[in-house]
C-alpha cells in the first residue's frame, strides 16, 4: 500500500473541506465475494466459543447488561469524549475502516481517536459497533500497520466476537459490591479470558485477509511488544519471530507450563510473540493452499 501527501479535496461552490485523504491504494481484488468466518475462524476460538455458550448464567449477565443499556453508555462515552472519523476528519482513516469493511462483507462501524498514550484499539456495542483508536497507537503506527489494526478490529466485528468482548470489560470493571462481586464473576471472567485470547487469533486471520500484509502484520505485533515509531527502520521481524523457539523451549516442562498458564491467565490477549507465531504459519499454509486451488481459498 503506497501513500503520498496528504490531498484535500474541497467544494468548487463553497470552498469547504469535503474529504481529507492520502492516496491510499489498497490491495487489488478481482471481486469482494462474500467471506464465510467458517473459512478463517481459529479453531480454539471456534471451540472455546461453544464452550462459553455453555456457561450456565451468562446469557443472563448479557441480558442483564443490555437491559442496563451498557451499549447506550458506551456510545454516549465516546461521543462525548472521543474524535470521531469521518470523510473530512482522518480521511484517510476513514477510507481504511471503509476498505477493510467492503472486503469483510459488513457494513462500516464508527470510528473514534481516544487520547490515550498507549497504543491501543478496540471494538464495542453490538448493534451498531464503534472501534475506538488510541493516539498512541496512531502515532506508533506507519499507514500500513494502521490498516492491519484497523482490519484486525474488523475481523472482530466480522467474527461476532464484540457482544462477549463487551461482558469480559463489563465484568472485569464491575464494581466490587461488599467485596463479593468479584468472587462470583471471577470464575466466568477466566472463562471469558480464556477465549479472549483465542478470539485473538481469528481476527490477526481477518487481518491477513484484508491487507494481504504478513510483515505488516507481524511488525504491529512486534511494535505491541515493544516497538516504536522511531525505531521502526531498525528492526527484522525475522529476529522477532526466532524469539518464539527460544520460548518455546524455555517452557517445556511441567512447571514451566504451569507458570505459562497462570501468567497468561488474566490476560485479555495472547503473548505477542505467539500471536506472531501463529499468524506466520497460517499465513503460510494459506499461501501454499492458494497456489495448490487458486482463487478457491480465502
Ligand atoms: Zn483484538
Known sequence: MKLAH?????????????HYKKNISFPSRDSYAPIEVQSFVHPLDRAALAALKKVPGLSHAIKFMMKFSYEK??????????????????????????EASKVMGIPAPS????????????????????????????????????????????????????????????????????GITKLITAGVNLTLLEWYRKSELSADRAAIIITNNKPKVISLLMKLAGGTGKLAGMVDYADFISQYKEWEELIKGVSARM????????????????????????????????????????
Open 259 to 298: 507458570i505459562y498458564r497462570f501468567s497468561t491467565l488474566f490476560r485479555s490477549h495472547p503473548f505477542p510473540i505467539v500471536r506472531a507465531h501463529e499468524i506466520e504459519i497460517w499465513a503460510d499454509m494459506k499461501d501454499q493452499c492458494e497456489q495448490v486451488h487458486p482463487g478457491e481459498c480465502v
Open 6 to 18: 496528504g490531498v484535500r479535496y474541497k467544494c468548487s461552490k463553497c470552498d469547504s473541506v469535503i
Open 111 to 178: 470510528v473514534y481517536i481516544n487520547q490515550h498514550p498507549v497504543p491501543n484499539g478496540y471494538t464495542t456495542c453490538v448493534e451498531q459497533p464503534v472501534i475506538v483508536l488510541t493516539s498512541g497507537l496512531v502515532e506508533m503506527c506507519d499507514d500500513d500497520e494502521l490498516y492491519v489494526a484497523i482490519s484486525h478490529e474488523v475481523g472482530h466485528i466480522k467474527c461476532e466476537h464484540v457482544l462477549y468482548h463487551m461482558l469480559a470489560h463489563f465484568l472485569g470493571n464491575f464494581p466490587d459490591l461488599l
Open 73 to 98: 453508555y458506551v456510545r454516549v462515552s465516546e461521543l462525548a469524549d472521543d474524535v470521531r472519523v469521518t470523510q473530512r476528519t482522518y480521511g484517510y482513516i476513514h477510507d481504511m475502516v471503509q
